[in-house]
């Protein structure tokens, strides 16, 4: 177990700094120059050689990597270059309400999509079933600012049920939900979807397996079997999808974030896109990408935990 | 292909994703003759009009009409996502092919490669991309190329694999076939038919990527019309009228939503264990 | 004679499939006596399984029983209500399975299994506890207090056909089914498995019904045998009648197929050619006669009637005399 938990710990880490290597290379191996793009085309030459040098960009290019990795390691992301604030505390200002954008969505898709997609399985081929499987795919395919607009469109400006944009008052914990119900929705819908039709595949193989007809055979009550052991072994697949799809989540919360002009990671980097203000959009890319590859780790090692299977040979 | 067609729309889904993919590709390839307007012909007398027989989807805050931005739009959407998979696909295959045919160290350090870039969140490591090259559809279809490569290069790779160990493969290496050769000869058409599928369920994400990216006017730059400017227009109007964001997403959702259909029944057909791991 | 424990009348068994209606048992009958080994022998695909899944009555959504009674311990299993039904399994009647790799969940405990099972007792959770380890030390499971606690993955595939068997008698069934319970293990833990039901049997006194493609292991352990082809039952009797002085060409032919009987050394395995015919499309007469060498007119045209050859043997051929 201790095994493979450093062992994957240790991809993780591996990958999160191939990728930040990756991201700075590409900085500096694009044509153009980043201290020229941050000025704007009307920069004087002399402004332009003094922004290269206060970012460190004069520097000999492995200095300037090395530079890069030893202040990653103090946690240093680089200053905004417009607030002259460090990256790090726009960034970790930012990203408690991404993150529950995202936990709030999945929880919201998981508490539909996966009774949904069990109920589906029991009753395949009904129509229910049928509606069901149209319905999840409409979900899937229609993108998640598509849905945003659409939610802003008619909860927000037409009904005016729900606040059109921001995050509601700080401390105002109501106003704060009441804020959360569009964006929420709208990254959560395509989710539905998804676990639905995962949770349904997963159901409808586990139901034929042979275990299950064992405890038939004993006698054992339909819905401890739906339950205890058909839906403990479906549910498995979900774990990881969900890891895997943090960078899925992350993509929508950034346009959802956009569309409600909700404070956020994702508001954030497109903000500072078009102000050029690149250590904070390659600050904040650092750290949803390092979020992704946490995920994915955590999911993989929960994933290996919950199964009795993998727990036992780790 | 008739016999493939023929099984597609056997199920009724498959037909409907026929149907709707035929539908949007033609009106998108006869733009020029099915669009009543100029897409960026301005009109200002007549901006913001709901729908009417004239303006069959409304018109724009500049007078555009929306049925012709719609149908133009779908050149944008297609032209990306068809360049743009394609690239990927010969990208993905070479790599694939190399780490399952290759060296040992090989293999690992092009999985290793996959899974960074699989790392990074699409629409971030769009945008940080776009901050670094500006705005422009070229660097759209390039993030798109490189953010997609990992998943054709792992399918390959896998299916390399697998065929490098069939018994006819290993008596031409016996025989001193080039590997090139075997290759070319043998896994190249085996593949075909897997990649082909990921590849069409790849089409409705690859869309949406680029409205999404045009949406936050990343994308194609004004005024050619694509479906995420147009919902991009829309947004800013959205006190004032709904019809732009209608205009811009039903195109959307149909050809999202066929794509989805076609490349599962074809699936289903050619491999039901293939699944898209996304 | 007394009443049998189980006796199977006239069962016949219809799958709905796209080509039909697959008519996969037809006019069954076996008596299983109280106290007796009864074994089930034919190729697969001869419809063992489905005997055992009408019995237990957890036959899949497309069968359907067009004929016949199942009568068990004075009732016909066939009329009793879903629920009454559902108190039966595992407790009255109990099935182990082929392959006990599968056929336990991966991800409970065998503790918590075994707890399951026991869920119509009201007693404590100890008490349940105690019973499934005295259970599982019965059926020569060492160290049971650990060993429960484990996941069946982590068992060898011949200590857990064990635990399935301890499972199916926690209940003191008075009809255990095994259906070829030692298939999927190799020869000397099949050996083990063996000897273990009939201790078994002499210990908890219960019937057993053994089902099994293997002659040698019917012949070691059973006191009947019952030989079933394409649905249908061809042969009947005593394990000594029918293995001495096989009636049916089909038994004949299984015997002589099996390797364990087969005395003088050859380098190649006797197969009966042929393949089982078509059982949508059933012309009449006998359901052999394209694999038999004897098969003569009236094999093409009629279906052979049941004789009597001695008592309690009985064959369905037409060319046994009369």
């Not at chain 1, 240790?10 to 044509?31: E, Y």
């Not at chain 2, 070479?94 to 699409?122: C, E, N, Q, Y």
């Not at chain 3, 039909?20 to 080994?37: E, T, Y």
Request: contains cysteine.
């Amino acid at each position: 177990m201790l095994l493979y938990i450093a062992k994957r710990t240790a991809l993780g880490v591996i990958i999160v700094l191939l990728a930040v290597a990756l991201l700075f290379c590409m900085i500096h191996l694009i044509p153009g120059d980043p201290a020229r793009i941050l000025l704007g085309p009307r920069a004087t030459p002399e402004l332009i050689a003094a922004m290269s040098a206060r970012l460190g960009l004069d520097l000999p290019f492995p200095v300037q990597i090395m530079r890069f990795f030893a202040n990653l390691l103090r946690g240093d992301l680089g200053m905004d270059v417009i607030t002259n604030r460090p990256v790090v505390e726009i960034v970790v200002g930012q990203l408690p309400y991404t993150l529950w954008l995202i936990f709030l969505a999945i929880l919201f898709a998981g508490l539909i999509g996966i009774p949904l997609g069990c109920y589906s399985a029991l009753h395949r081929n009904t129509l229910f079933d049928r509606i069901s499987g149209f319905v999840s795919v409409s979900f899937i395919t229609t993108p998640s600012f598509v849905v945003a607009l659409y939610a802003l469109l008619i909860f927000a400006v037409a009904l005016k049920w729900f606040p059109a944009v921001g995050a509601g008052d700080r401390g105002d914990f109501l106003d704060q939900a009441v804020h959360l119900v569009l964006p929420v929705f709208s990254i959560g819908l395509a989710w539905i979807g998804y676990l639905a039709r995962l949770v349904r595949a997963s159901m409808l193989e586990v139901m034929e397996e042979s275990h299950i007809r064992t405890a038939r055979a004993f006698g054992l009550a339909e819905r401890r079997i739906i339950y205890h052991y058909a839906l403990k072994l479906a549910i498995l697949p979900t774990v990881s999808v969900i890891g895997v799809g943090m960078g899925f989540l992350l993509s929508s919360a950034l346009l959802t974030e956009i569309v409600f002009a909700r404070p956020g990671i994702g508001k954030l980097i497109y903000d500072s896109v078009i102000t050029r203000n690149y250590p904070v959009v390659m600050g904040s890319v650092l750290v949803s990408t390092v979020l992704f590859v946490v995920s994915t780790t955590v999911s993989d090692l929960i994933n290996a935990w919950l199964d009795p299977r993998t727990r036992a040979t780790l | 292909m008739i016999a493939v067609l023929r099984l597609v729309i056997k199920e009724p889904t498959g037909l409907f994703g026929l149907v709707l993919v035929t539908f949007i590709v033609c009106s998108a390839l006869f733009a020029a003759v099915l669009a009543p307007y100029d897409p960026v012909a301005l009109n200002i007398t007549d901006r913001l009009q709901s729908p009417s027989l004239s303006h069959l989807l409304g018109t724009d805050q500049l007078g555009r009409d929306l049925f012709s931005r719609v149908l133009y739009g779908g050149q944008v959407a297609l032209g990306v996502a068809l360049t743009a998979i394609g690239i990927a696909l010969v990208c993905g295959i070479v790599l694939g092919m190399l780490a399952g045919f290759g060296p040992k160290w090989l293999d690992k350090a092009i999985l290793l490669f996959f899974d960074t870039i699989r790392s990074f969140p699409t629409v971030m490591f769009a945008l940080a991309t776009v901050a670094l090259v500006g705005p422009s559809l070229q660097t759209v279809i390039a993030v798109i190329i490189v953010t997609t490569i990992p998943t054709y290069g792992r399918v390959v790779r896998t299916q390399t694999l697998s065929i490098k160990s069939n018994e006819f493969i290993k008596a031409e290496q016996v025989m001193g076939a080039k590997t090139a050769r075997i290759l070319i000869m043998h896994i190249l058409p085996n593949i075909f038919g897997p990649l082909m599928i990921l590849a069409s369920m790849d089409i409705p994400t690859v869309i949406a990527l680029e409205a999404g990216l045009s949406f936050l006017g990343m994308g194609v730059k004004p005024p050619t019309p694509s479906w995420g400017s147009i919902l991009n227009d829309g947004f800013s109007l959205i006190r004032v009228t709904p019809w732009p964001i209608i205009a811009g997403s039903i195109p959307l959702i149909l050809i999202t939503l066929g794509f989805t259909y076609l490349g599962e029944s074809l699936r289903d057909f050619v491999d039901p264990k293939l699944r898209k791991n996304f | 004679m007394t009443e049998p424990l189980l006796a199977i009348r006239d069962l016949s068994v219809d799958y709905r499939i796209e080509r039909g209606r697959l008519q996969a048992l037809r006019h069954v009958n076996i008596d299983v006596p109280k106290g007796s080994i009864v074994g089930v022998v034919g190729e697969s695909g001869c419809g063992k399984s489905t005997l055992i899944s009408s019995i237990i009555r957890l036959l899949p959504h497309n069968a359907s029983i067009s004929n016949g009674q199942i009568n068990f311990e004075g009732a016909n299993l066939l009329d009793l209500s879903e629920n009454e039904m559902r108190s039966i399994r595992g407790r009255r009647i109990s099935v182990v399975y082929q392959d006990p790799m599968t056929s336990l969940n991966p991800v409970l405990s065998i503790e918590q299994q075994m707890r399951h099972i026991q869920y119509r007792d009201t007693t404590r959770r100890s008490a349940k506890l105690e019973k499934s380890l005295a259970m599982l030390e019965s059926v020569g499971i060492a160290d049971s207090r650990k060993r429960i606690t484990q996941f069946p993955h982590e068992y060898s595939g011949g200590m857990l056909q064990r635990v399935s068997i301890a499972m199916a008698l926690q209940a003191k069934p008075s009809l255990l089914i095994a259906d070829e319970p030692t298939t999927a293990l190799d020869a000397t833990l099949e050996v083990q498995i063996i000897h273990l039901l009939k201790d078994i049997q002499a210990q908890f006194g219960c019937t057993i019904l053994f089902i099994s493609h293997h002659l040698g292991v019917i012949a070691e352990l059973c006191d009947y045998v019952v030989v079933m082809y394409a649905g249908e039952v061809v042969e009947k009797g005593t394990v000594r009648d029918v293995f001495h002085r096989p009636a049916h060409p089909y038994t004949t032919k299984l015997l002589q197929c099996d390797p364990a009987g087969i005395q003088i050394k050859t380098r190649i395995l006797p197969v009966i050619p042929g393949e089982i015919p078509d059982l949508v499309n059933l012309s009449g007469g006998c359901i052999f006669r394209s694999r038999c060498h004897l098969a003569e007119s009236a094999c093409e045209t009629e279906i052979p009637p049941r004789r009597e050859v001695a008592p309690g043997h009985a064959a369905n051929c037409h060319r046994l005399p009369i």
